[in-house]
């Protein structure tokens, strides 16, 4: 069984060895309508009383000026101690009393926590321990600037570049940096935290129970679902009654906001309180399968990351509110701040926008992280650091995987397989989906369908390739069932509140709230997480079964804040049509920004038929999407690439095959992500953060540095208009030539081709040998295709290694610095280990260079010379390779016997 | 693809040979524990012998086969592509569209891809393992077994097929004899058409003769009540018909519901379908209650027994004088032996026009039917006729459609027109098309199912042997079937 891999699809709660009863043909929902997405299955803020709540919270201060919040911090009882600054707060409206803590972290970040300082009992705080790294260190690097009556200030970080300060009364807490603020907390007066209490008889009147009662006075209606609610028909006890937590985070000076996955909706996030195209529900994180989703719309899809990112001119910050909840977060912005901003910053004749967000959540304690940057790749490290770096896949994973709901039987396997062959596409994963199981009890296998498992497996693995399965996080009732017994037997399902293990019949087609997990918590503190403790078991699971431990690749739909830790996760079940195309950019894009830079979109489109034209134009998309796979309902008709003739088979093998060349560029790439958290698709603004052109730009992006894609995603469409930022140089991807102008140029795509376009700068490795798989491109030589820039000078950089193993971590690896400068080309190896005792630098120590490309030199060279630093050969002069061109704008450099593993230069003398 | 040797003089060929075995054992040196570059390949290496001369030195450069360029001499596969149409590079997996040939001595050879060449994948395509010598991989020469075993699969497909053919040359003989039994039938009734139209004629004209003669018999009833009871008769045993249709159609409703509740796909959490099988459920438990204690039949049998107890000169049916109703009678049946006739006329012309192959071999199968057992289901298919699936569990039947056309090739005078049949129209899924059946046929020395699949919802596939499709050698149809069976090798 070497190839085969777990894979996780449904989201649906529970925890480590929890499993959820599933038993499907016990829905009860009432709605009836044929369209795509239900909405009505699926709660509006209105329909969830938490969130109506503090609505209409915000709603009251919002509306009435002289109300301000209730919280503030009790007179002297702040304390300063080894990075952490705490203290008591009360709310004046019942003076009940909480906790705060600051802490200054030693990742460039603060933590602000605030709990009830005597809870009925306690309130859930786990979600930082999935997804958390671990419990980030303080810094000592502090200075205590001012301890007012009224404010106490610090600076922190080795230059006391950041600042905190805590407004007493009301509790007020501002990050700035360079003394300008950038973040703010309850700057509104938003905080709310409904303390838990036992419930009072109805007509007595709870006297601890105030905050509510005072400020939402006429709102009856705001009461109804304090102690059980129900949607659909389907009642949630509430047991616990309220216990919501809300507040309110400002990035002064901001007008863009980033974030918040997952919803099939812009990269710059919308206004959802009123404004232009603005949405009228907040934003909704709760994962959820969302059957037919719909474009542009904050409704909560699969996965939640409760990352926020916000940028500008010189500077870019970002919260994480770490709460596992049902959460709704509602996005407004300000052409004036109406505090004191405007007068503070010196932006001149700007009007800056600042944008605010409320953050709202059903249950858990406050536990936000503020990454103060200073530039979009210091949060992306602050953030890896705090939450985990993406694994560093196997190489497999990142080439091309073919997946259908379902290949039928071992026979349809191995014509599958042998048309890719036949077709020379290649491909190096076929996936099985949930119909090879027995009757879908996962972790079983139909025998009849596929016999001879074993056998089918080699078959392609012979080839380099790889098989893998799908299962769903449900478990069948069935006694002969060995995994339904033994959780039966060991008494570890998910349980109903009397204590029976649950059967799948909930509200929103999840999980009810009021369901106990391990430790007697509620569903409804960690619905969020249930997918990422999957995700991990699997991965980790894999990683126990083989020895030596390989990388497993185990790909979830459902995720949240760490789940980068475990693997790559996709957009869910999305749609054959173009509108669907066109969002998986900035879905992917957000996602990527998120921390999860392993994400990719079902090509083609999970549900429907994408006719020829959007199929290509789907791979064309797909192929620079960091995973890249093609998927298809059982509904559907077959689409495999050789399903639709020439010339458009063509087209889909030739983009397939682009993938495959780029592959040395997207593993160097995985291996940046997973060493800076640096995404591997990039939106512009993160590549050009002082263009403020690009901040809202989420139709086209960065493939690292390198590479700028615009993919085509409207029907019949054969130009488009592409930005280009920088003032800088580019280069045709395809055909090595110029692009005329820059900002705005209008480019040709005809329907074999998408726009994509190396950046004047970069240097981009490839393998432009055509083979049936990555596994079989091990040893081939190597094409240095270089772009230079308007000062002549490009780089970039190479990672290799088994693409297998953790020998990795031991320094078997290679890892090249290329440099153009000057008319030259320095390889230099940044590798730990000398070659000698690499041993994967060994395994390729005859790997050649075979081509060079250089684009944009002034003057053709009459000679090239090489140079081994070594010694070992001597300089000698390289040869020009066909076709050569007149122009010095293309020159080709034919198969020298430079070998990938040594440190050599390559001398472009007039 | 046959690739005789005889285009090139023995001599030069052995030469080339001996070349070739030379390289390969020079390059075995080169296969050290890691794979290692080939220096100095054969200029020939991947060449077929019919190309060779096209490879020889004739001075300091050589011309892409295209004529694209020229390079030096030295650049023939030296693993860098120079040339456009990958000519240069025959040995190597530099070009991405050139061919590598793999003599497979002792075997046949063969064509594969460059881009197969080092990958470190043995290719079945050469046996003799010429594909792999940068030594990531040894591949075993395997070309006596290989030729062995396709020999002897040769034989045997050659064996089936000549009894395929055999038995072909029958079913065109019986085909013969069908149609001219068939044209001789049709000849026969059409005669029979004639007489039994006169008789229809005659037998109308002597009945119109006694009626006309016959004024209203003597009552036997009060005319009025008769005639009410006559016409309540008459709206009585419309509305059983009524009833009859409407049951059928609350029948195919809830068959149309069975299989959604069946067949629908329970990942897609659709609402509108969960709902609609639950109020299926739930109006099937009443149904079947209300089938329980249906009284239908009751007031059926009462209206029978009351009816029967209508004295019978109350009836409406009266007594007709024997005469008349006699002539009726005579005339009633010829016209019903026309119809008869009619239909089989129609039946034997359709038969005439059924399209029944190339040389009407399929009439021997018309209507012969096969069936294959998947586990789950067992599957038949009448040739020209029907194709149902039948659950194995519940025996629940399924239509899968009736034949519609031949759909091997897009012109009849194809061969392979006649090697697929499409059979449409059956039973449409819930949320999907009508079910459908193509029918893959292969050569083979009886009729037989091999397998079903249904790679598409709805769509299903079936693949069967018949000698009805084994045509003779010297036919493109078969040639194409013998190289791809050398493929599989």
Redesign the interface.
């Known amino acids: 069984m070497k190839f085969l891999f777990g894979n996780l699809k449904f989201s649906k709660a529970s925890v480590q060895t929890k499993f959820y009863l599933f038993f499907l043909l016990y829905f009860i929902v009432s709605a009836l309508v044929v369209t795509a997405v239900k909405r009505q299955d699926f709660k509006t803020c209105e329909q969830s009383s938490f969130c109506k709540r503090n609505r209409a919270y915000a709603d009251r201060l919002t509306a009435n000026h002289s109300l301000i919040s209730p919280y503030s911090v009790i007179q002297d009882s702040i304390i300063i101690k080894d990075g952490i600054i705490s203290g008591d707060l009360i709310n004046s409206e019942n003076n009940l009393i909480f906790i705060f803590e600051l802490h200054l972290l030693e990742i460039g970040a603060a933590r602000v926590r605030i709990n009830e300082k005597n809870p009925l009992k306690p309130r859930y705080d786990k979600a930082k321990d999935w997804a958390l790294v671990q419990d980030p260190s303080y810094t000592l690097e502090y200075t205590l600037i001012s301890s007012k009556p009224d404010v106490t200030s610090l600076s922190f970080g080795k230059e006391r570049k950041q600042a905190v300060s805590i407004y007493h009364s009301p509790f007020r807490v501002e990050f700035l940096v360079n003394d300008v603020p950038i973040i703010t907390l309850n700057d509104r007066g938003f905080l709310n935290i409904e303390h838990l209490r036992k419930q009072v008889a109805p007509g007595l009147v709870d006297q601890s129970n105030g905050e509510n009662d005072k400020i939402i006075d006429d709102e009856n209606d705001l009461d109804k679902g304090l102690w059980k609610e129900t949607f659909n028909g389907k009642e949630d006890s509430k047991p616990n009654g309220p216990e919501s937590i809300g507040l309110d985070i400002s990035f002064p000076g901001f007008s863009h906001v980033y974030g918040i996955p997952e919803h099939a909706s812009s990269l710059s996030l919308k206004e959802t309180r009123g404004g232009d195209d603005s949405y009228s529900d907040p934003y909704r994180l709760y994962n959820l399968d969302v059957f037919e989703y719909e474009v542009d719309n904050p409704m909560a899809l699969y996965g939640s990351i409760p990352f926020m990112m916000a940028h500008r001119k010189g500077a870019s910050a970002a919260v994480l509110w770490l709460n596992a909840a049902e959460t709704w977060i509602d996005i407004t912005k300000n052409k004036e701040d109406k505090h004191r901003l405007s007068s503070l910053l010196g932006f001149g004749k700007l009007t800056p926008t600042s944008t605010s967000a409320h953050w709202i959540s059903e249950s858990g304690v406050i536990d936000v992280f503020a990454f103060l940057g200073p530039t979009t790749s210091d949060i992306f490290y602050q953030y890896g650091l705090l939450t985990g770096f993406t694994a560093l896949p196997q190489s497999f994973a990142i080439a091309y995987h073919q997946c259908r709901w379902n290949y039928l039987n071992q026979e349809d396997v191995a014509e599958v397989d042998e048309n890719f062959d036949k077709y020379d596409i290649p491909y190096d994963v076929i996936w099985l989906d949930i119909e090879h199981t027995d009757g879908k009890k996962y972790f079983t296998w139909d025998s009849v369908k596929f016999p001879t498992p074993e056998k089918m497996q080699n078959n392609i693995g012979i080839k380099g390739r790889k098989m893998v399965t799908i299962v769903d996080p449900h478990i069948k009732i069935d006694d002969n069932y060995y995994i339904y017994k033994e959780a039966k037997d060991l008494d570890i399902f998910v349980k109903e509140p009397d204590d029976r293990p649950s059967v799948f019949n909930g509200p929103e087609i999840t999980m009810p709230k009021d369901l106990i997990h391990h430790g007697g918590w509620e569903h409804r503190n960690l619905h969020n997480i249930y997918g990422v403790a999957y995700h991990s078991a699997t991965s980790k699971g894999l990683i126990n079964r083989s020895n030596p431990p390989r990388r497993p690749f185990v790909l979830s739909r459902a995720f949240f804040a760490g789940s980068q830790r475990y693997g790559a996760i996709w957009t869910g079940d999305n749609f054959a049509k173009w509108d669907h195309l066109a969002i998986a950019t900035p879905m992917l894009l957000t996602i990527g920004i998120s921390g999860l830079p392993f994400s990719g979109a079902d090509v083609g489109g999970f549900f429907g038929n994408p006719d020829t034209e959007l199929l290509v134009r789907w791979y064309q998309a797909g192929a620079f999407q960091p995973f890249f796979r093609a998927h298809a309902h059982i509904d559907t008709k077959r689409r495999e690439p050789w399903l639709f003739g020439d010339p458009y088979t063509g087209y889909i093998r030739d983009i397939i095959r682009e993938r495959y060349a780029l592959l040395p560029l997207w593993y160097t790439l995985f291996h940046e992500a997973s060493t800076t958290g640096m995404p591997i698709i990039r939106p512009m603004f993160t590549v050009y953060p002082e263009d403020e052109e690009t901040y809202a730009m989420d139709d086209q992006f960065f493939v690292g540095n390198s590479l700028l894609v615009k993919p085509i995603v409207n029907e019949g469409q054969t130009s488009t208009e592409v930005y280009f930022p920088g003032n800088e140089i580019y280069y045709d991807y395809f055909t090595h030539k110029k692009v005329h102008g820059s900002g705005k140029v209008q480019i040709e795509a005809p329907i074999n081709k998408i726009p994509v376009f190396l950046r004047g700068g970069s240097i981009v490795p490839k393998r432009q040998r055509i083979r049936r798989s990555s596994a079989a491109m091990r040893t081939d030589p190597f094409t240095l295709l270089i772009a230079l820039n308007k000062y002549g000078n490009a780089t970039g950089s190479l990672y290799l290694d088994d693409g297998e193993t953790y020998d990795y971590e031991k320094g078997h690896f290679i890892h090249l610095q290329f440099k153009f400068s000057k008319r030259k080309l320095f390889s230099k190896p940044l590798s730990l280990l000398n070659n000698d005792e690499n041993l994967y630098a060994q395994s390729i120590s005859s790997v050649r260079v075979e081509r060079i490309i250089v684009l944009g030199l002034d003057l053709k060279p009459k000679h090239i010379y090489a140079d081994c630093i070594d010694g070992s050969k001597i300089k000698r002069e390289l040869q020009f390779g066909l076709p050569t061109t007149n122009s010095a704008n293309v020159v080709i450099i034919k198969g020298t016997d430079l070998l990938i593993t040594e440190e050599w230069v390559i001398d472009f003398s007039y | 693809m046959a690739h005789t040797f005889s285009l090139i003089d023995p001599i030069k060929r052995s030469l080339i040979i001996h070349i070739l075995i030379l390289e390969l054992v020079i390059l075995s040196f080169f296969t050290l524990s890691?794979?290692?570059?080939v220096d100095n390949l054969s200029k020939l290496l991947g060449v077929e012998e019919s190309k060779a001369h096209l490879y020889e030195a004739k001075g300091p450069d050589w011309t892409c086969l295209d004529g694209s360029?020229t390079?030096p001499y030295e650049a023939i596969n030296?693993?860098?592509c120079?040339?456009?149409d990958g000519s240069d590079e025959p040995g190597t997996?530099?070009c991405?569209n050139s061919k590598f040939y793999c003599r497979n001595v002792g075997h046949i050879s063969s064509f594969i891809?460059?881009?197969?060449v080092n990958?470190?994948?043995c290719e079945p395509e050469c046996c003799d393992g010429s594909d792999e010598y940068?030594g990531?991989i040894k591949c075993p020469n395997t070309c006596k077994e290989t030729n062995a075993e396709y020999t002897k699969k040769l034989k045997e497909l050659e064996k089936l097929r000549t009894q395929g053919i055999r038995i072909r040359k029958e079913y065109i003989e019986k085909g013969r004899k069908i149609k001219t039994k068939n044209a001789a039938e049709l000849n026969r009734l059409e005669i029979e058409l004639r007489a039994a139209k006169i008789r229809v004629k005659e037998r109308e004209v002597a009945l119109k003769k006694i009626e006309d003669s016959k004024p209203d018999t003597e009552q036997l009833a009060p005319k009025g009540n008769r005639e009410r009871m006559k016409k309540l008769h008459e709206r009585i045993i419309a509305l059983k018909g009524d009833i009859n249709k409407l049951h059928e159609q609350i029948d195919t409703l809830l068959s149309i519901l069975k299989d959604m509740k069946n067949n629908h796909?329970?990942?897609?959490?659709?609402?509108?379908v969960?709902?609609?099988?639950?109020a299926y459920d739930e109006f099937l438990e009443e149904y079947n209650k209300d089938m329980e204690t249906e009284d239908g039949d009751e007031v059926e049998e009462n209206y029978e027994d009351n009816y029967d107890d209508i004295p019978d000169k109350e009836k409406p049916q009266i007594e007709e004088p024997s005469e008349l109703s006699d002539a009726r009678d005579a005339f009633e049946e010829a016209e019903q032996e026309q119809k008869d006739i009619e239909n089989h006329i129609d039946e034997v012309k359709s038969k005439l026009s059924q399209d029944y192959g190339l040389e009407y071999e399929f009439a021997a199968l018309d209507n012969e039917c096969f069936s294959y057992d998947s586990?789950e289901y067992t599957y038949s298919l009448c040739m020209f006729g029907s194709a149902t699936q039948k659950s194995n569990k519940d025996h629940s039947s399924t239509d899968l459609g009736n034949f519609a056309k031949w759909i091997g090739a897009e012109s009849s005078n194809d061969p392979r027109y006649y090697t697929r049949m499409l059979y449409e129209d059956g039973a449409r899924c819930w949320?999907?098309p009508a079910r459908s059946v193509k029918l893959y046929l292969e050569c083979g020395a009886d009729n037989q199912i091999l397998?079903v699949?249904?790679?598409?919802?709805c769509e299903y596939h079936m693949r069967m042997i018949s000698p009805a499709v084994c045509l003779d050698h010297n036919n493109d149809h078969n040639n194409h079937n013998t190289e791809h069976k050398h493929d599989e090798l």
């Open positions: 890691a794979y290692a570059k360029a390079i030296d693993d860098f120079d040339c456009t997996s530099a991405p891809s460059s881009s197969r990958d470190g994948v940068d990531k796909n329970q990942n897609y959490h659709d609402m509108a969960k709902t609609a099988i639950k586990g949320n999907g397998s699949s249904e790679p598409e919802k």
